[in-house]
Structure formats: C-alpha cells, structure tokens
C-alpha cells in the first residue's frame, strides 16, 4: 500500500497537474506556451478512470494534487516551463531570419 501511494504521489508530482485547470483550457488553443497543457488533459484522464474504479483512490489523488507544496512546485514548473516557451519562440525566429537572409537571399 505504501509503495502505491508513493507511486501514485510521484506520478502526480510529474504530471504537476491541477483538474480545474485541465478543464478550463483547451490543448490545441493557438496562442497558447503552456506546456503543460498535454500533461494536464493526460492527468484528467487518469483521473476519471481512477474516479470510475476507485473513487477513495481518486479522493486521495484529489486531496495529493491540492496540497500546497505540490501546489507550490507546479507554479514553480509553470512559470520556468513559461520561460523555456519563450525562449524557444525567440530561437525560431532567429532560425527564420537566418534562413531568410542568409540562404534564400532576402
């Protein structure tokens, strides 16, 4: 038992999902850098068939998610994931115009 939940504690940890989030966004939302949209939508999945099975796992999984230190390290990951984004963004534009003037010649 101990060792399922700690599974199930570390598989919440690395999804870093929060359920009223999953259902409020769309995953293929075009101006959207979350990236954690996809691992959201798969941690409602898991949750939903948990919830239909075992509902008391599924209240456990409800009260781990909602606990503030995971909490606390999913804004955290958000917010670096944000900047990531960002940065990512910046590189394919900087690919573009190089691809742009140096080989196409414009």
């Known amino acids: ?12 940890l690395l999804l870093s999902t929060t359920f009223p989030e999953v259902q409020s966004k769309s995953i293929f939302e ?28 599924s209240q456990f999984l409800l009260d781990t998610v909602q606990s503030p230190s995971v909490v606390a390290a999913r804004q955290r990951f958000a917010k670096e994931a944000a900047k990531v984004s960002v940065m990512f963004e ?10 742009y003037t140096r080989v196409l010649g414009y």
């Open 30 to 57: 075009k101006d959207r850098r979350d990236l954690l949209a996809i691992p959201e939508a798969i941690a409602s999945y898991f949750y939903e068939a948990v919830n239909k099975v075992y509902p008391k796992v």
């Open 90 to 99: 910046q590189l394919i534009e900087k690919i573009k115009n190089l691809w």
């Open 1 to 12: 038992m101990l060792q399922s939940r700690a599974l199930v504690i570390a598989l919440i």
